[in-house]
């Protein structure tokens, strides 16, 4: 009896593990796959691909988050045409008068300011607003564009979009119900040589494109200078890629997922922690309640993905180690390869075995740049935002929604780039175990043929 007993207890030790994840254990090709549920389109809900509503010529806005993100956006914005700043909301009501500050440093009208935890809620129930622009921790984004398109609003969100996959469906399910836009702030599918390449590949510049690689390599030990910020605090229970878009974002877009391809299953691994405990001994002192502090995040993550259609993405995260920036943004066709990092470089048939030199590559990329560079790029310069690409991200949002046309990015981008922060941790910590990316347009990712701008 005792046997049966300890039998029984690990069988339902093994259920409450599984259930843990809230997912299903398959097979594919005799490998062991975890799966999590994709829930069926509500009846009556119809996909939001190249979602149109009607224009907006003067297009109002509700900024919520002034802090680094929100105010470097509450800047550029005063250079865009078309648009009003109704509301400014943060949880400190030094950061909303220092954005009133600034506005009215432009002539700007003064925007009605919103503080505390709530009061966000109160800008998204106004019937003054057309979209919410939200630039807040990244727990809080899900919950708030949600809201935000319950009440009849268009939103704009900073990345990640979503931190589990609930969120992710939670994103769709309500730009389908509610037919308002979502999209992801992803300032990095704007940047001059991610929009040039992928205009190259758009032309088949390098052929059938089989493989990319992005990345966000950032070292940001600084963080951990406030050892109770929502971001450190994050990092004391996830290990996995937290922060996937930058990289991830441009190659999709090169890729034409769910326009054409769809991103079908990862694995992930992390290395152990070393560099934060290095860091916080070093700060504080060996021994010291700092050092002794526990944390998941592994100091470098890297993820294979696979397509529906055969094709491989690398996505890695390091935000630890003491190494330069990189996004790497890596194309490889059956006719030619890029690179971004460490420097731009481009290599073609029928000689591939070595880059361009520095005038062809410079000839290639003017050849070949992207419209939106040559429409609004010297302005972007100007303004600035991570050297343009941020403006230029603001600039077609307002154009878009002014002209009642489809989004660059639409919310089934925002899932699928977003879903990596459950699905990598997941995978590394069940050791590598494949998972299932979910289809977010549940079947609909082939009506596509290629991403086109309007």
């Known amino acids: 009896m005792k046997r ?61 988050g002034i802090g ?10 005063v250079y865009i045409e078309g648009i009003e700043i109704k509301a400014i909301c943060d949880l ?26 709530e009061a966000w809620k109160k800008v998204c129930e106004r019937d003054d607003i057309d979209l919410i622009y939200i630039c807040t921790d990244w727990l809080t984004h899900t919950p708030m564009a949600v809201y935000a398109m319950e009440q009849g609003k268009h939103v704009a969100l900073e990345m990640p979009a979503a931190v589990t996959i609930d969120e992710c469906w939670q994103l769709v ?11 992801l702030l992803e300032n990095c599918c704007y940047d001059f040589f991610e929009l040039t390449t992928l205009n190259m590949a758009q032309k088949g510049v390098f052929g059938e494109l089989i493989h990319g ?55 992930s691994i992390s290395s ?26 592994g100091d470098i993550n890297t993820t294979i993905i696979r397509t529906e259609k055969g094709k491989t993405i690398m996505v890695q995260y390091d935000v630890i180690s003491p190494r330069p920036y990189s996004r790497l943004h890596t194309l490889s066709g059956t006719k030619g390869f890029a690179q971004k990092y460490p420097t731009p470089n481009i290599a073609l048939d029928p000689d591939s075995h070595q880059f361009l030199t520095e005038e062809k590559l410079n000839k290639l990329l003017k050849e070949y740049e992207h419209p ?10 100007q303004v600035g ?17 002014r002209n009642g046309l489809p989004l660059d990015m639409d919310v089934y981008d925002a899932a699928e780039w977003s879903c990596l922060v459950e699905l990598t941790k997941i995978s590394t910590t069940h050791g590598g175990i494949p998972v299932r990316i979910p289809d977010f347009t549940r079947g609909d990712w082939n009506k596509l043929q290629g991403l086109k701008f309007f």
């Open 272 to 297: 152990d922690q070393f560099g934060i405990s290095n860091y916080l001994k070093e700060l504080h002192g060996e021994g010291s309640p700092e050092s002794q502090r526990k944390y998941a995040l």
């Open 372 to 381: 939106f560079i040559k429409e609004i790029g010297e302005k972007a310069k």
């Open 68 to 77: 680094n993100r929100g105010f470097a956006a509450l800047r550029r914005y």
């Open 92 to 117: 400190k009501e030094d950061r909303v008068k220092e954005g009133q500050a600034y506005l009215r440093s432009r002539s700007f009208p003064p925007a009605d300011e919103y503080v505390g935890e």
């Open 385 to 401: 935002g991570h050297g343009g690409m941020d403006f230029i991200m603001d600039y077609r949002l307002i154009h878009c929604l």
């Open 173 to 183: 399910n309500t730009a389908e119900r509610t037919r308002k836009h979502c999209m």
């Open 213 to 267: 690689e992005g990345a966000y390599i950032h070292e940001g030990r600084y963080q951990f200078k406030d050892l109770e910020s929502w971001r450190v605090k994050f990092y004391e229970n996830y290990t996995g890629n937290a922060y996937p878009t930058h990289g991830f974002g441009p190659i999709c877009q090169a890729m034409n997922i769910h326009r054409g391809d769809k991103l079908n299953y990862l694995v």
């Open 4 to 64: 049966v007993l300890k039998h029984f207890f690990k069988l339902c030790l093994l259920v409450i593990i599984i259930f843990s994840v809230s997912c299903a254990s398959t097979k594919q090709d005799g490998v062991k796959m975890v799966e999590l549920k994709e829930p069926k389109r509500p009846v009556g809900q119809e996909n939001v691909l190249h979602l149109a509503v009607d224009p907006i010529p003067t297009v109002r806005i509700g900024f919520i």
